[in-house]
């Protein structure tokens, strides 16, 4: 059976694998979170796929090619992503300045493109859903790459601040592309819930969503919770994703 759900812990090198290749969950990419101590340092290489590595919490610095550039975060409701996203054969040096937490989202990809040091200036930050449903549908969305600035890539990365007590991707949308939702909240008793077709879920902090090709998959959150979640879609060939396809059923819900 698909499962949709999962909730991963850590292991004892400090990973936490979100997303495998081959797993019944396979959703054609892999994805990790690593723990990272200051003064730890980790390494991505691949001969075949495209890497993004995000700073979920803390400061680190990344190296590449010969540049170098420092990432940090210590809030991640209200701070902005640094993201290195680079192609196959690219290396990758990751080092902890202080306790840090970061992603690591690869899948494969022929192709061949300079690498781009993303920071919040560099990334969107809109609000949606205001004025509507008595702003119970507002949420804050962050772009860090997708198919409009990076069309070389084969996934999609961005970040969802979804308000307390209120609901995101929504209204109930569906696609035929694979996604991963990855979620976090500032108090580890923060919970809410996901819907992924005819099925629902309890989130957690550090649970994950693997979101089935062509079911809704509308979220909410406790009223006292702030949530953040990481969305990473992959492109299917000859069909990127570029934009959601709404149930026709809540179309409505947009003309209050």
């Known amino acids: 059976m698909f499962t949709e759900f999962v909730y991963p812990e850590f292991d004892a090198s400090g990973k936490k694998q979100l997303s495998a290749y081959g797993a019944e969950n396979d959703m054609m990419m892999d994805i990790a979170v690593y723990k990272m101590k200051k003064g730890d340092v980790k390494t991505f290489l691949s001969s075949t796929e495209e ?23 210590h809030d991640f409701i209200n701070e902005g992503p640094y993201c290195l996203h680079a192609c196959k054969g690219v290396e990758i040096k990751v080092e902890a300045l202080e306790d840090s937490e970061v992603l690591v989202q690869k899948t494969e990809n022929d192709k061949e493109f300079e690498p781009v040091f993303y920071t919040p200036d560099k990334c969107t930050n809109d609000t949606f859903g205001k004025g509507l449903c008595e702003d119970r549908m507002e949420r804050t969305v962050r772009t860090i790459f997708d198919y409009n600035n990076a069309p070389y890539s084969n996934m999609v990365n961005g970040e969802v601040i979804n308000h307390q007590g209120s609901w995101s991707s929504y209204t109930p949308h569906s696609h035929p592309q694979p996604e991963v939702y990855y979620y976090r909240y500032e108090r580890p008793e923060g919970f809410g819930a996901c819907f992924i077709g005819e099925n629902a879920y309890k989130i957690a902090d550090g649970s994950v ?3 089935t090709p062509g079911e809704n998959h509308p979220q909410c959150t406790a009223p006292g919770f702030p949530m953040y979640y990481c969305w990473m879609i992959r492109h299917l060939p000859g069909n990127p994703w570029t934009t959601r396809d709404d149930d026709p059923r809540y179309l409505w819900i947009k003309e209050l």
Request: proline share 0%; no cysteine; glycine share 12%.
């Open 51 to 73: 890497t993004a590595v995000l700073v979920v919490l803390g400061k680190v610095s990344f190296a590449w090619n010969g540049h170098k550039e420092e990432g940090f975060r």
């Open 209 to 211: 969503a693997h979101i």
